[in-house]
């Protein structure tokens, strides 16, 4: 059964004109990064409530960095995985034009992805919250060691990482260019995504109504689920590179 839903999904991919790939925490998991809602997911550690929200960067900052300390350990440790190469070859193929990512691991770019764009920031840099000076991450290294908060040393303020937490705006220009690419596509794969935070989670709806296909590679079901083409169940580490392979072999 898979088989020939690999089939069809490699047809739909070496047909398209456009396709995109929208990305979630699901695609790194096999980089042994966790997700957020699934059994294992962060969010059943932590409440988000208390660790990732702006109110709580201001209020609790200790709890705040105790959370991202754990959070930069984990992403040192990490690499892509088989899931993040195969997309980075569908680029590579002319069969992929842009992945929009939610993620902060930096992972597509690792891979070789060449247009990524991180709607939820990243965890590269971190940003003085006084004067916006920019700082690379490991700059919060003795900070953290030292169970202090991270401070510019321009001004003095609060460093906070440059990712988007809830109760903040998303980076508007690279936002509005993954929904303009939503818009244009012809062909969403959508990868590891629960698919329950907006405005992200609108965007499948911008290419169905747009006309596009949807191919979905999650390892549960999602709310699109319905309105998908395709939908393979399981791990996008196994599936991509099968899913890359049958394309080749069509290119070929
Ligand atoms: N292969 C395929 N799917 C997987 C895999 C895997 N190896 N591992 C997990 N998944 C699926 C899970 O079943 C789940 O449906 O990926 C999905 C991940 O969903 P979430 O944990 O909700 O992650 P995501 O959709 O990226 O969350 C969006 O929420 O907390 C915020 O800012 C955070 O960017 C994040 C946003
Ligand atoms: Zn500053």
Request: aromatic letters at 6%; a negative charge.
């Amino acid at each position: 059964m898979i088989e020939e839903k690999i089939q069809r999904a490699a047809e739909l991919i070496v047909s398209s004109r456009y396709a995109v790939a929208l990305t979630g925490a699901g695609v790194s998991t096999e980089s042994g990064l966790p997700d957020f809602r699934s059994q294992e997911g962060l969010w059943r550690q932590y409440d988000p409530s208390e660790v990732a929200t702006l109110s709580t960067f201001y209020r609790d900052p200790h709890k705040f960095y105790a959370f991202y300390r754990h959070r930069l350990a984990l992403l040192r440790e990490a690499k892509p995985n088989p899931a993040h190469y195969a997309l980075a070859r569908l680029e590579a193929l002319g069969k992929l034009h842009v992945v929009v990512t939610q993620n902060v691991d930096g992972l597509h770019q690792q891979a070789g992805s060449q247009r990524v764009l991180e709607v939820h920031g990243n965890l590269r840099e971190a940003r003085c919250t006084g004067c916006g000076k920019m700082f690379p991450i490991h700059v919060l290294d003795p900070f953290l060691e030292r169970a202090e908060i991270p401070t510019c040393d321009s001004c003095g303020s609060a460093l906070k990482p440059n990712v988007v937490l809830f109760e903040e705006l998303l980076p508007v220009e690279v936002f509005e260019e993954a929904e303009a690419s939503c818009r244009r596509c012809d062909l969403l794969l959508v990868v590891g995504s629960s698919l329950q935070v907006t405005p992200v989670a609108y965007l499948p709806h911008v290419a169905i109504r747009h006309g596009a296909r949807l191919i979905l590679v999650n390892a549960e079901e999602t709310p699109v689920d319905k309105f998908a083409d395709v939908v393979l169940r399981g791990k996008a580490g196994v599936l991509l590179p099968r899913l890359v392979e049958e394309v080749e072999r069509r290119l070929a």
